[in-house]
Nanobody
């Protein structure tokens, strides 16, 4: 059974930093991609970052480029999202997600990801 568990959310002031973690398990392969989406109140879920674990190439939304960094620790089955220079508009629930086994690469469409974690709340406010 595929499982994704996020942690690390919280309240932070504008300009601050947070690191989210996603521990994953149950995948039959070792090179599936892991993505992060977020959903702000009253808005649709949007792609934030993704790492393609075949070559560890990272993809980012334009709104977070230069501020967020996604990385993978294969030994710990964990993907991290380091968020810096946080803005109030980064507030939302952050979800870790993965595609079906055998489907590689990163996608902006949430419909491409059948596996989701429970979400980590991030609030950026003074």
């Amino acid at each position: 059974e595929v499982q994704l568990v996020e942690s690390g959310g919280g309240l932070v002031q504008p300009g601050g930093s947070l690191r989210l973690s996603c521990v994953f398990s149950g995948f039959p392969d070792h090179d599936h991609s892991i993505g992060w989406f977020r959903q702000a109140p009253g808005k649709e879920r949007e792609a934030v970052a993704c790492i393609d674990r075949r070559d560890y190439f990272a993809h980012y939304a334009d709104s977070v480029k230069g501020r967020f960094t996604i990385s993978s620790d294969g030994a710990r089955n964990t993907v991290y999202l380091q968020m810096s220079s946080l803005k109030p508009e980064d507030t939302g629930v952050y979800y870790c997600t993965a595609p079906e086994a055998g489907i590689s690469g990163c996608y902006e469409e949430a419909s491409m990801y059948p596996y989701w974690g429970q979400g980590a709340h991030v609030t950026v406010s003074s």
